[in-house]
């Protein structure tokens, strides 16, 4: 294929792709753009800059001219490495320090006015006493650098759902990430103009520059603070270019902060991927799904269905927003505007949909470099290339005895680029729900498939999201790693009061038309250690039950956890599981599932008292029907 023919590569709806502009326009210039609410986003742009001391500011207008322009300035900084176009177009490669690889969890903090509005499971500290240790952080942080302005929207401009931001920060990379993720321009100051709130966000890599030093291909700063201020909706990142720690409009903003502005604004902002799953009748379902990282949420975003008839089409593969609708239903948007995802293990043979989606226009971080000028990573293919350059830059052979690219290492995105991308991804208004899944890896206990008896139960369920530690060899039960909602690291207030909004939220739906809640398990193992599902796109024959559920063609059969289905009932069409493997995968051990129990109630203790009766409630109902079956066994 020709190189023009890559770059030209059809693209769908999305933001603006990498793509090379012959004559650039000036960009940079404080905009024109005119409103009451300008004057206090001024004002907090020169209180930054005062106290930060940028050399200079830079307005960031989201043109395709400037993207370029700030990529080319970064390979000539040797900050990018801009890859062989004949095999990946329009696309680059970062190497960040080794230190500054991955989310500063540790260091990333809920500076709410009370400790207990944070919970058990944030990091807390007292506004005031944060204030007092980054502010001097801050103060010259920016010197003999640009200070970028950034404005975003996260959803469609304008969108009904959708939430604005501005961020400021010293990093080029930063801003071309977030030129990916976001929607970014003059319509979104527009918005500020015209009066609409906005989030404050504030990234520095803590790297000040004097006069004719020589920069850092990766400037970073060894203390790191991510800051988040629930009451005043802020966030302030100091002293990582990661992008989870530098991209403030992800976690940070579309997760921590936005749960709070959920919380009070009636909605759920939800750490989800979003999948329209359309059956051999052409009838579309709306899917969404929470799974922690490593249970199958890229690959169930970009679903390859093996039953013939059936097709998938991704709508958003991390974070989904989810509000009621006047019509009693379960609205949800993906806020995101791209794809912000660990390349190891995603390949030909795991994912092919996003192995096609990197085709160009991609900004890739800490992969190995190939000799011919593209990329490479474990699982990319299953051979391994005879020689790369890893991704701190050092030769690598398959015998180095060492990853070539970081197990963290990423890439970013256009979601338009996604070959199963839906035509109507990003439409404002969204999509209604059909069926919510929850899911964790769980080698033991938790069936394939559960169905919740209704929404309260459902909350039950995604409460107690949890993986194992330890193999089903090693412990029935083992150490469970809990992650309720997958929204442990992500959920910016007290999850017990997450917990209670989710059943508010389900209090404004029509019983008839609230999603349906299932939990999944693609990992249960048999004694013998081997997975007893295919898993891939074979859970595409899940999906199909959840979705006969929901029709109503299909019954279930009630257990102490919840609705099962009958296994005749399946569409095992084209694969060999054997019936001892079916059985083993909906086997409820009363005993297991009671010892499981005792640790939901220990789980639940850590919150003081601040867990709804109506879980509670749950649990007490769950151990009930669990005794109940041991007597009766």
């Known amino acids: ?47 930054i800059a005062e106290l930060t001391q940028p050399a200079r500011i830079h307005w960031v207008d989201g043109s395709a001219a400037e993207n370029d322009a700030l990529l080319r300035q970064q390979v000539d900084e ?77 959803g469609a401009v304008g969108g009904p759902l959708s939430h604005i931001g501005v961020q400021v920060t010293d990093s080029a990379y930063a801003v071309t990430s977030i030129g990916i993720m976001t929607r970014v321009g003059a319509e979104v100051l527009q918005q500020i103009a015209d009066g609409k709130p906005w989030v404050k966000t504030v990234h520095s890599v803590g790297a000040p520059l004097d006069p004719g030093q020589q920069d850092e291909a990766w400037p970073c700063n060894d203390e790191k603070y991510i800051v988040h201020f629930p009451e005043t909706l802020e966030v302030w990142s100091f002293g990582s270019g990661y992008g989870g720690n530098a ?60 039953i013939p008839g059936w097709r998938v089409e991704t709508l958003g593969d991390d974070i989904a927003w989810l509000r009621p609708g006047e019509d009693g239903r379960l609205w949800a948007i993906n806020p995101e505007a791209g794809f912000f995802g660990v390349a190891p293990g995603t390949g030909e043979s795991t994912n092919v949909t996003a192995v096609d989606t990197l085709w160009g226009n991609t900004i890739f971080t800490n992969v190995a470099l190939r000799p011919d000028g593209d990329v490479w990573w474990e699982g990319l293919t299953d051979e391994a290339p005879a020689e790369l350059t890893d991704w701190e830059g050092k030769p690598w052979t398959p015998a180095s005895g060492r990853p070539a690219a970081h197990p963290n290492s990423r890439f970013t995105v256009s979601a338009g680029q996604c070959p199963q991308i839906a035509d109507d991804w990003d439409a404002p208004e969204g999509v209604p729900l059909d069926a919510i899944l929850f899911g964790g890896r769980r ?37 469970l ?59 595409a024959r899940v999906i199909d039950w959840i979705i006969r559920r929901i029709d109503g063609s299909v019954g279930a059969v009630d257990s102490p956890v919840g609705r099962l289905p009958k296994t005749d009932d399946l569409n095992l069409a084209g694969i060999d599981v054997p019936q001892a493997d079916l059985d083993e995968l909906f086997a409820v051990d009363p005993a297991s599932w009671l010892a499981e129990a005792d640790l939901t109630e220990e789980f639940y203790r850590t919150f003081g008292g601040r867990v709804p009766p109506a879980l509670y409630a749950e649990l007490a109902a769950l151990r009930y029907r669990l005794q109940r079956a041991q007597q009766d066994a």
């Open 443 to 479: 080698a033991t206990n938790v069936p394939l498939v559960v169905e919740a008896t209704d929404w309260t139960h459902g909350v039950f369920m995604g409460s107690n999201i949890s993986s194992e530690r330890t193999a089903a060899a090693e412990g029935l039960v083992g150490e």
């Open 247 to 306: 991209i403030l409009a992800k976690k940070c903003f579309a997760l921590r902060i936005a749960s709070v502005i959920g919380r009070d604004e009636g909605w759920l902002a939800e750490h989800m991927l979003l999948i329209r799953v359309i059956d051999p009748a052409g009838t579309a379902y709306h899917v969404a799904a929470a799974f922690p990282s490593a249970c199958g949420k890229t690959n169930l975003a970009m679903l390859r269905p093996t």
């Open 78 to 154: 040797g900050k990018l490495i801009k890859l062989n176009p004949e095999w990946r177009p329009g696309s680059y490669l970062a190497r960040s320090h080794p230190s500054d690889v991955a989310r500063t969890e540790a260091r990333t903090f809920i500076a709410s006015e009370r400790e207990e509005d944070a919970g058990p499971t944030n990091n807390w500290i007292a506004p005031d006493e944060i204030r007092a240790t980054i502010t001097p952080l801050f103060e010259g942080s920016m010197r003999g650098r640009t200070m970028y302005v950034v404005p975003f929207s996260m």
């Open 1 to 47: 294929m020709a190189i023009a023919d890559l770059f030209t590569r059809p693209t769908r709806t999305g933001s603006t792709p990498i793509v090379a502009h012959a004559t650039p326009a000036p960009t940079g210039i404080r905009p024109a753009v005119t409103g009451e609410g300008m004057a206090a986003l001024h004002a907090w742009i020169d209180e």
């Open 481 to 539: 790693r809990r992650d309720p909602f997958a929204m442990l690291p992500f959920c910016g207030y007290n999850m017990a009061d997450y917990f209670a909004h989710w059943l508010k939220v389900g209090q404004r739906l029509r019983f008839d038309r609230a999603p349906r809640i299932f939990q999944v398990n693609w990992f249960r193992k048999g004694s013998d250690g081997r997975f007893l599902w295919p898993g891939f796109g074979d859970n």
